[in-house]
């Protein structure tokens, strides 16, 4: 079964505008991490921003937050004022198990390529 | 602070024959992971290394996939006899163990690796 689901192959959003990316997620560990990563035309994976299973509030930084909601295992990105420059593919991974024995791997959904109009 | 660096960039190689990559993690990080990523798939996990030790591998590494971290600074993978289906981008990163909870993994560029 798929752990982490990302249903939207591609979107469009303005420039200027939000948009939301979804990701949904499986596990039964109580402790947990999500993470989302940019990957542009060029390869490399860029981290955008993480939510432990934990904590109480969600995760912002900068333009980029996460809209977790728990009970529906799902963890969605907004990114509000699109730029051009936002233009990549998008990435939600999940760790597991938080701590004790485990290599921290991430697993990783399909993706969503983003594209901004101007 | 000089990020995740992977080299060749690319390569292309004939059946058959040996690569090797190499990845030079951020500087004091202890744990590095290589991952392989298929067109239209997100990444997927092939082994990782706490300092100099490999302590886990995925079973989509087979035998003819090898990796080290001699000293526990830079990686290298190394597939033999490769096959079409090794084509893929090979993508190495890096983290730091430090007993918080992000762990997060930073990425290198990738190497991209064609099999003809």
């Known amino acids: 079964a798929q752990k982490i689901t990302q249903t939207q192959p591609g979107m469009f959003v303005q420039e200027k505008e939000a948009v939301t990316l979804d990701c949904t997620y499986d596990?039964?560990?109580?402790?947990?991490?999500l993470f989302w990563y940019k990957q542009p035309s060029s390869g490399e994976m860029i981290f955008l921003i993480y939510?432990?299973?934990?904590?109480?509030q969600n995760a912002t930084e900068g333009r980029y937050s996460l809209n977790f909601q728990k009970a529906r295992k799902s963890a969605n990105l907004v990114i509000s004022a699109s730029q051009l420059g936002d233009s990549a593919m998008y990435f939600c991974?999940?760790?597991?198990?938080?701590?004790?024995?485990?290599?921290?791997?991430?697993?990783f959904g399909k993706g969503t390529k983003l594209s901004v109009i101007p | 602070d000089t990020g995740v660096s992977q080299d060749p960039r690319h390569k292309i190689t004939k059946r058959g024959q040996n690569v090797t990559f190499r990845c030079d993690p951020i500087?004091?990080?202890?744990?590095l992971y290589w991952y392989r990523q298929t067109l239209g798939q997100g990444p997927e996990f092939l082994t990782y290394?706490?300092?100099?030790?490999?302590?886990?591998k995925s079973r989509l590494l087979s035998d003819r996939f090898s990796a080290e971290r001699p000293k526990g600074s830079f990686s290298t993978l190394e597939i033999q006899r490769t096959e079409q289906g090794d084509s893929a981008m090979y993508l190495c990163?890096?983290?730091?163990?430090?007993?918080?909870?992000?762990?997060?993994?930073?990425f290198g560029p990738g190497t991209r690796l064609t099999v003809l």
């Open positions: 990163a890096s983290s730091i163990l430090t007993g918080g909870e992000a762990d997060t993994q930073y």
């Open positions: 596990t039964s560990d109580p402790s947990y991490g």
């Open positions: 939510q432990g299973s934990y904590d109480q």
């Open positions: 991974a999940m760790r597991e198990p938080y701590s004790g024995a485990g290599s921290y791997q991430l697993t």
């Open positions: 500087s004091e990080h202890n744990r």
């Open positions: 290394f706490q300092n100099e030790a490999q302590l886990e």
